[in-house]
Nanobody, 121 residues
């Protein structure tokens, strides 16, 4: 029903910022879905980063205070503003959509292919 495409990844130094964008294409009603981000570092399991459903976003403890998620229902987009990046933030970041927001990957029905974020020390 939705195809998700992420962009905005890249290579930055520790302390710098990046903003990831995700555009959703398809025939569904985007505003009815919660948007979120997961990430997966090499050799590690995929982990929850942030999600927003309705008006209240929530974050993993590792990124709280540094990352901000936003959802634009007019443009069918989800954003992740990442500030004060650390080497441990290095991962492939995935955009997701689901009916009910949550921190489990099973909460989400649609996934993008991911965008690489690399933070050098």
């Amino acid at each position: 029903q939705f195809q998700l495409t992420e962009s905005g990844g890249g290579l930055v130094h520790a302390g710098e910022s990046l903003m990831l964008s995700c555009v959703a294409r398809g025939g569904g009603t985007f505003k009815n879905y919660a948007g979120g981000w997961f990430r997966q570092a090499p050799g590690k399991e995929r982990e929850f980063v942030a999600a927003v459903g309705g008006y209240t976003p929530f974050y993993a403890d590792a990124v709280k205070g540094r990352f901000n998620i936003a959802k634009d229902n007019n443009r069918n987009m989800v954003f992740l503003q990442m500030n004060d990046l650390k080497p441990e933030d290095t991962a492939v970041y995935y955009c997701v959509l689901g009916v009910v927001p949550g921190s489990l990957s099973t909460s989400y029905d649609f996934w993008g292919l991911g965008t690489q974020v690399t933070v050098s020390s």
